[in-house]
């Protein structure tokens, strides 16, 4: 093989009795799982609200945007159920840029893998601990899902994974909602494919264990929007296309249909300040449409302490060095928004 072997890493089994879960966190995690299930079940009327940077490139920043978030979040609760958005892994299409905190936590630095373990389990874990927030995290690689897995409520698989068997099958034996995009060409039957599978039983083999899911009925559908034969972004987040989801749900009989928008990516041309526009559009759908009510669960917004995107390496705190993300002030102004037109 074309490939050096520095060192094995820890397992999670290693990681986690580093940082055990103490009963206070796992009784936090299980109330907001059980929280979101009722939302996904139909049984709880909240919208979800998956917000925040993306990618979590400082813990210090992070964790400053976690102490912002708290009160608004308290503030709504009865209206919105938040999921801060705690991205450690980012995917990078070409292989060059910045590839998330799990690989370099210093961004300025080299890869550290095995501080990069380290670090996500203790940030996830913080915000468990001191804001009372299980979290979201993109499941990029499967094989890591392990190392946080406790800690979790929502799981997300993106664009350039949702093909794979690997991220459908593991999806399949996670407890929390996992959220699966479309993929990059916009087809919505590979999207729903993914959902179906991973609402099913199946035997597999995950990290060289003969592995065995129940089937996880919260997996759901996220509209992100695509990139058409031209390389221009086209949305997906009209009445016609969540329309179609809905069809796409009837049509399969799956458990539990709820869909997300993804309101930066492509649905906005990657200009965070278009995500506000957006929200209130899917929400005169929601108001239009008994079904589309019933289907659209939430929105995933990008959102950090300042407003836009810096490349890495930049000095101004706060501020995204992947997607540009909006600040805090049009963040907190939007939630209140969203909350005020429930």
Not at 93 to 111: A, C, F, V
Request: charged share 25%; hydrophobic share 35%.
């Amino acid at each position: 093989m074309n490939m050096e072997f520095e060192r094995k890493l820890a397992i999670p089994m290693e990681v986690k009795e580093r940082f055990p879960v103490t009963e206070k966190i796992a009784q936090t995690v299980e109330k907001r799982q059980a929280e979101l299930q009722k939302i996904f079940r139909g049984e709880d009327n909240r919208l979800i609200l998956v917000i925040g940077p993306c990618s979590a490139d400082r813990e210090d920043a992070m964790l400053d945007y976690l102490g912002r978030l708290r009160p608004v979040a308290d503030r709504v609760a009865e209206k919105l159920f938040i999921v801060p958005r705690i991205y450690t892994n980012k995917p990078r299409t070409t292989g060059d840029g910045y590839k998330g905190i799990l690989h370099q936590p210093d961004p300025n630095g080299k890869p550290d893998l095995y501080k990069g373990i380290i670090t996500t389990r203790a940030l996830h874990m913080q915000a468990v601990r001191d804001y009372g927030f299980s979290c979201a995290d993109e499941m990029l690689y499967p094989e890591n899902h392990k190392y946080i897995d406790d800690l979790l409520a929502y799981v997300a698989v993106g664009a350039r994974s949702v093909e794979d068997q690997q991220h459908r099958l593991t999806a399949s034996g996670i407890e929390v909602p996992v959220g699966m995009k479309n993929p990059t060409s916009g087809d919505l039957s590979i999207m729903m494919n993914a959902v179906q599978t991973a609402q099913h039983k199946h035997s597999f083999i995950y990290r060289g264990w003969a592995a065995h899911s129940q089937g996880n009925p919260f997996a759901h559908a996220i509209l992100r929007g695509y990139t058409n034969k031209q390389g221009h972004a086209m949305p997906n987040y009209h009445y016609e296309d969540l329309r179609r989801v809905f069809d796409l749900y009837a049509e399969r009989e799956l458990s539990n249909p709820a869909l997300l928008i993804d309101t930066n990516h492509a649905n906005s041309g990657k200009d965070p300040f278009e995500q506000p526009r957006i929200i209130r559009e899917v929400m005169d759908c929601r108001r239009y449409s008994g079904d589309i009510e019933r289907l659209v669960k939430g929105f995933m917004v990008e959102s950090y302490l300042e407003d836009g995107n810096q490349p890495v390496g930049g000095t101004c705190y706060g501020k995204s060095i992947t997607d540009a993300c909006l600040g805090w002030e049009k963040t907190e102004r939007l939630i209140y928004d969203i909350a005020d037109a429930l």
